[in-house]
């Protein structure tokens, strides 16, 4: 990835950030004029479902920062555009379709021992009990196909984050460094190699493009969403910018196998496609992911989560290392864009030093500070499939919007310290 060379010449990407990015905004963004470049500059080709000036905005950060325009890369360094997968390139949830599949199919390997602790160092005992009780540990997979009652479980604990009497899946994890339900269906690829679990992504995949929208598949005694569409306006967009110049990034908390089967026809490469990595022993994942900055492989406790996706942005775009990948960087080793639809992508998205692109899925974080939007930098735009009506009580930024570490909620702050007022909701769906 030649980091050396990106750091070195990363400052000529971006000029200033900081008191000044609402000048930027005004001279890099808003006086260039939406179509001053040569005509084989590249530009955006799909118009329908962008929301009022959110394609024209997107066009002139094209025009400015790409090949042709003012603030254009010097030499080989390139700007960097970052990408949420689930819900922001497509709709639904790779990982989810992934994670059905497994189970339709028997391919989740019996813990280790039969000791479900081994899948999680999160997972409560309660959760442990119950998973033993639903599972039989009698063969080298888990016989989910025909076993709707260990099927059942297993959906709750993953999908709900509880037993299926209720008691809570998981618990003592950082929140806003770690989701044990994301990172669950990694650590359970444990015993396939890193292909084969390409392979099974890549049937998942194959079911859900060619199910109609709004397909519902039956996994256990119950049924879960069985479709996924990629969003044009997305592929538009990342094509877009590749063609412009940018380096353009898929940071996801979807495992990377998985990932990385579906953003290639995105036209994302897996070099360019982060995700959940598991450590791997005699070429098979084991049940312990990656760290990143100070985190060490296996520890388990940092995935591509909130600031989890700020660590990996900085470690493997920008090469930093240690504890310093864990910090906001200077906005010249930032991210000049970044797409997202949840909270899980407050950190990267806030980091990007030109504009934020946000989905509209009333995630409570997120859309305060989109709303908030301090720094005339954030586009809200609602989903391009399905997208959700207006929600009916404004989000309670000033209450209950932040998520702390431990799990409490808190009002959402500024950079400042000041609190966000609660804000109404105000690009949405029909």
């Not at 996801?252 to 036209?267: D, F, L, N, Q, T």
Request: proline share 5%.
């Amino acid at each position: 990835m030649n980091f050396k060379r990106r750091a070195a010449a990363a400052a000529a990407v971006i000029a200033v950030a900081g008191a000044g990015l609402v000048t930027v905004q005004a001279t890099a963004e808003a006086t260039q004029p939406a179509r001053s470049q040569p005509k084989d500059c590249p530009s955006l080709t799909v118009s329908h479902g962008w929301y009022g000036e959110n394609k024209a905005r997107l066009q002139r950060l094209i025009d400015a920062y790409g090949h042709c325009g003012p603030r254009r890369h010097q030499g080989a360094a390139k700007p960097v555009a970052v990408f949420d997968w689930d819900n922001t390139v497509i709709k639904n949830d790779v990982g989810d379709a992934t994670m059905y599949w497994l189970l339709r199919n028997s391919k989740i390997r019996t813990p280790q021992n039969a000791d479900w602790h081994t899948t999680s160092r999160y997972l409560t005992d309660p959760a442990a009990k119950a998973l033993a009780k639903a599972c039989p540990a009698d063969g080298a997979t888990l016989p989910t196909r025909r076993d709707t009652d260990c099927a059942d479980e297993i959906v709750s604990v993953y999908g709900e984050g509880t037993t299926n009497g209720g008691d809570a899946a998981f618990a003592g994890f950082d929140h806003r460094r770690m989701e044990p339900q994301y990172a669950w269906l990694a650590q359970l690829t444990r015993g396939w190699s890193s292909q084969q679990v390409k392979k099974f992504a890549a049937a998942a995949r194959s079911e859900n493009l060619a199910a109609p929208v709004g397909t519902e598949q039956r996994v256990g005694s119950g049924k879960v969403t069985g479709w996924v569409r990629y969003y044009d306006q997305q592929r538009d967009l990342i094509r877009t910018l590749k063609k412009a110049g940018f380096d353009v990034y898929v940071v996801s908390a979807s495992p990377e196998p998985v990932a990385e089967v579906w953003a290639k026809s995105a036209g994302v490469d897996a070099r360019h496609t982060i995700g959940i990595r598991n450590v791997t022993a005699r070429g098979k994942l084991t049940a312990h992911v990656k760290g990143c900055g100070a985190v060490k492989d296996g520890d388990d406790s940092m995935i591509t989560y909130i600031d989890g996706k700020r660590c990996w942005i900085n470690q493997e775009i920008y090469g930093v290392r240690g504890a310093a990948a864990e910090k906001v960087r200077p906005a010249a080793g930032r991210q000049v864009f970044a797409a997202g639809d949840s909270d899980t992508d407050i950190s990267f998205l806030r980091d990007a030093t030109a504009l934020r692109l946000v989905l509209n899925r009333n995630k409570n974080e997120l859309m305060c500070r989109a709303y908030d939007n301090g720094d005339g930098r954030w586009l809200v735009n609602p989903m391009f499939i399905e997208p959700k009506g207006k929600l009916a009580e404004p989000y309670p930024c000033a209450s209950t919007g932040y998520t702390e570490r431990n799990g409490d909620e808190g009002p959402v702050r500024r950079a400042d310290g000041s609190v966000i007022p609660d804000q109404k909701d105000r690009v949405h769906g029909s």
